[in-house]
């Protein structure tokens, strides 16, 4: 397993230290040495949780956990906290727009849960490892896409991946399609 550091005791908070090396340093996770050692740490982490700041599906989605990361994500797109309490007395959260989320720690809107999402959203279908460019390193088999992302060095990378295949691929420049590898499944191959 991971440790946050060469001694580590009095948790006081709900974050996962241990995991930071897999995001957002990426030290740990596809592609990358010893992955299997980051996914026991992801296995054992205490408070597991997929609201506001918590990080859980980040941590999935770079470690390759595909059908892990999209359960987790699924569910804090689905989570909405209507009622909360004030006090010790429960009071209803009045949202304007019902895409805002909270509260769940600090403050409403929560911005955290919502950025979350798109982190994991992206991370799901693309990462960096040094100069190359990983597509579909933690994507679920039967989701379908359709992309325009951009990646390190001015690359721009569209898509579209439908019923289990990729139907459409673009790199832009094209000098760089040589370095964006297709994680489909579990083989993984240049464009």
Request: glycine share 6%; charged share 30%; proline share 6%.
């Amino acid at each position: 397993m991971l440790a946050p550091a060469e001694r580590f005791e009095n948790k006081k908070n709900e974050e996962h230290p241990e995991l930071y090396g897999v995001f957002p340093f990426r030290l740990y996770g596809v592609g990358k040495p010893d992955i299997e050692r980051a996914i026991e740490a992801l296995r054992h982490r205490d408070d597991a949780n997929n609201v506001g700041w918590h990080q859980d599906e980040a941590f999935m989605a770079y470690l390759g956990l595909a059908v892990e990361a999209r359960e987790n994500l699924l569910v804090r797109i689905r989570t909405r906290k209507e009622e909360w309490f004030v006090d010790g007395q429960r009071a209803q959260t009045h949202m304007k727009f019902p895409a805002f989320w909270g509260p769940n720690f600090d403050w409403t809107p929560d911005q955290c849960h919502g950025g979350m999402i798109m982190i994991v959203l992206q991370s799901m279908l693309l990462q960096r490892d040094a100069d190359n460019v990983l597509l579909f390193p933690a994507w679920p088999k039967d989701w379908d896409v359709e992309f325009k992302l951009h990646a390190p060095q001015g690359t721009i990378i569209e898509g579209t991946y439908r019923d289990q295949e990729l139907v459409e691929l673009n790199v832009t420049p094209e000098s760089r399609r040589e370095d964006v590898i297709v994680c489909l499944g579990d083989a993984s191959v240049n464009a």
